[in-house]
């Protein structure tokens, strides 16, 4: 997701029959707290009333009590505890977004596009994607079994898993010989300085008359703060806007603009792509695609195009609320339609995995906000990576193409045919 804080908003007065409905709502709260057969807890009453609420809007507004209010804020601090997935919730069951790189998710074999079905042998039916989440968080090392539906399978799969400390690395790097590797596993606080130290490395490494160029790998990436991914991109651009992100009223509009100074020294860049890139990492591919910085490559990201405002409530809750959607420098929404590679290469899945992963994106979630041009092809792709990269097809291929073992059109990119919003 793309996050902003924010410390309150304006708010239009509501019209009389508003408060009519709120009258009512206020008769039906009182009618059960004093007349159920058994005592209710209030403050669960009022809470699940506001989810409800935040449910009918779209799949990623929620209401944040005080506990997942500071477990947000730890989350993009890039440290916590848990497994290590992005979730949602799709018919009342858990959907996984994306595991993100090196946690116990991961290495146990969750896959995007798994449904999670029970929690220690507990149907998640009838559970708030917050009380799901809480579930799957406990003490380190202490375990927990999911049992997950997966596109494909026979049965149901049963997977146990060691909770750990979730450490997020947001940036890995490597030399692969002549060329710098730079992986974002996710947007955090750590992630701009975390690049900007890797850079620097991949330069103390191998001579600048050497160096061929940088892969920026963003698959498998779900997202973050949306101030990182403005960073990331300003820190391979000279100028140009980066984002401009859209609410209901157009003064709202808020754009946002490199500055001076590549980090990179103009090198060229590839920017890898695929079905679990999504919302932050969007934004960067966008920009960098908008204004031919960087060729993309892999196959169509998760189309997640909205900007969720967390807003401080009292009682130190929040609210977790879509406020806008992000455009590119183009103009583009990317909303339920993701970003389309400058060049598609797929990702060959192992055997055992053939059939058994879905390709769907932002554009299959219920209740999603569509997309201005969204269409049934819809968003999303497969969102696999290989472990080894002697296997990594996608990577290769980027890498064949800065050591000019490979051509396309679409590589390097013509800076004077960037496309902007006019």
């Known amino acids: 997701m793309s996050v902003i804080y924010s410390a309150g908003v304006p708010a239009e007065a509501a019209g009389s029959s508003t408060y009519k409905e709120l009258s009512v709502f206020g008769d039906v709260f009182e009618r059960v707290r004093a007349q159920y057969v058994t005592p209710p807890a209030e403050d669960k009453l009022i809470e699940n009333a506001i989810n409800g609420m935040l449910s009918s809007l779209d799949p990623h507004s929620s209401y944040m009590n005080a506990k997942d209010a ?8 890039g440290e916590f505890g848990g497994l290590g997935i992005e979730v949602t919730m799709e018919d009342e069951l858990v959907k996984v977004i994306t595991p993100i790189d090196d946690t116990p998710a991961a290495k146990a074999g969750v896959l995007a596009g798994d449904y999670i079905s029970e929690i220690d042998g507990q149907s998640v039916r009838g559970l708030k994607l917050e009380d799901a ?11 927990i079994k999911l049992t997950l539906i997966r596109k494909g399978a026979d049965k149901p799969i049963e997977l146990t898993i060691v909770r750990d400390v979730v450490a997020v690395q947001a940036v890995k790097s490597r030399v692969e010989d002549d060329v710098g590797y730079l992986r974002i596993i996710s947007f955090t606080e750590k992630t701009y300085p975390d690049m900007e130290k890797a850079i620097k490395k991949i330069k103390d490494t191998v001579p600048a008359d050497k160096l061929k160029g940088y892969v920026l790998d963003l698959r498998l990436n779900p997202g973050g703060l949306l101030d990182q991914a403005i960073n990331v991109s300003d820190a391979l651009l000279q100028r140009g806007e980066v984002v401009s992100t859209r609410g209901r009223n157009p003064d709202e509009t808020r754009r946002f603009n490199a500055g001076p100074g590549d980090l990179t020294d103009g090198k060229p860049v590839i920017v890898l792509i695929n079905g679990g890139s999504a919302s932050a990492s969007e934004i960067v591919a966008g920009a960098l695609q908008d204004l031919r910085r960087a060729t993309v490559l ?17 009682e130190n809750g929040a609210l977790r609320l879509t406020t806008a959607l992000y455009y590119t420098p183009s103009g583009r929404s990317i909303q339920g339609t993701g970003i389309t590679p400058d ?19 932002e554009s299959s979630l219920r209740g999603h906000i569509k997309g201005q041009s969204e269409t049934d092809e819809g968003s999303g792709s497969v969102a696999y990576v290989p472990p080894d990269p002697k296997d990594d097809v996608q990577l290769n291929y980027a890498l064949d193409l800065l050591r000019g073992k490979k051509t396309d059109p679409a590589f390097p990119p013509n800076p004077d045919k960037a496309v902007v919003a006019k």
Do not use: W, Y
């Open 343 to 361: 060049i598609k290469v797929e990702e060959p899945l192992p055997q055992e995995l053939q059939g058994k992963m879905v390709t769907e994106g």
């Open 298 to 314: 892999g196959t169509r990201s998760f189309g997640k195009g909205s900007v969720q405002t967390i807003i401080p409530l009292g």
């Open 70 to 77: 500071e477990d947000m804020r730890t989350q993009t601090k």
């Open 133 to 143: 989440v809480e579930k799957m968080r406990g003490a380190v090392n202490t375990p």
